[in-house]
């Protein structure tokens, strides 16, 4: 996570140091510090301000593998969406790139989940809890939804950006509580007011709130049942982490029939 948070993706960020040492040296882990033994190449390194540091790549893939077993997957989706999003125009070459480090690395535990997670990880998400949010729709069964999908104007003139939301089915979750919407109570209001004036479903939620978040999954699922959706077959969930990744690939599908519309 250190590696991570030096290269701009900190969302999974941690008080204590980092490292990564070879087999055979006797590093041991103190306040402040935690030693990881592990193999790398000198290609694996790269140097940021003096500091040797892992491949942004090699980083994501560990992490995609290690924090589901700490019960951090949420953290694992939102710093892949970090670097995913980071890498711009070049952010499908990256995730191939971590794909890559995932078949090679020597042990392939929580691989299986690693791969669901990196299906399911979106450049354009910009803040830690669109990518928590995604992450509790798919655990609870709902189809992926689009990230900051933009209503246009037919000469593409953007006219406004929703949160989450699955355009076919004209459902949105708008989410309070994170920095982008600090002080646009009045001005988020008016906007889902007039979603709601052309048939759009707007869903608000508070962030960290789990009260806001239960409520948001039982109106959600109202939504989906008015629009007449009909539920494929459940995912299965991944023993360590409770996240719907075995099935990872068939949950992507199923959610992206709905992208693009208008």
């Known amino acids: 996570v250190t590696a991570a948070q030096l290269h701009g993706c900190d969302c ?3 008080s204590a140091v980092h490292v ?4 055979g040296r006797d590093v041991t882990s103190r306040d402040g510090l935690v030693a990881h033994n592990g193999r790398f190449i000198p290609e694996d390194v790269h140097d940021i301000d003096g500091l040797q540091v892992l491949a942004l790549d090699r980083v994501i893939a560990d992490l995609l593998c290690i924090l589901p077993w700490q019960d951090r997957a949420r953290d694992a989706l939102a710093v892949l969406d970090q670097s995913l999003h ?9 995730r191939k790139a971590v794909a890559a480090r995932l078949e090679e690395r020597p042990d392939n535990r929580g691989t299986v989940r690693a791969r669901g997670l990196l299906d399911l990880g979106s450049e354009r998400a910009e803040s830690p809890p669109e990518s928590w949010l995604r992450l509790v729709l798919i655990e609870h069964g709902f189809p992926l939804p689009e990230v900051n999908w933009a209503i246009t104007t037919p ?12 355009p076919r089915l004209r459902i949105c979750v708008e989410y309070d509580g994170w920095e982008a919407h600090a002080g646009r109570e009045a001005e988020d209001a008016a906007r889902a007011a007039e979603l709601r004036r052309h048939g759009w479903i ?5 962030v960290g ?3 806001s978040v239960a409520e948001m999954l039982s109106a959600l699922r109202a939504a989906f049942a008015k629009r007449g959706y009909t539920w494929g077959p459940p995912a299965s969930p991944s023993p360590a982490s409770g996240i719907a990744v075995l099935a990872g690939k068939a949950v992507w599908r199923l959610g992206r029939w709905g992208s693009g519309a208008t």
């Open 12 to 14: 999974a960020a941690s």
């Open 20 to 23: 990564v040492v070879p087999y």
């Open 86 to 94: 980071q890498a711009g125009a070049a952010h499908e070459t990256f």
């Open 155 to 166: 000469d593409g003139r953007e006219l406004v950006r929703l949160d989450l939301a699955w």
């Open 202 to 206: 707007v869903i608000r939620v508070a």
């Open 209 to 211: 709130d789990r009260r």
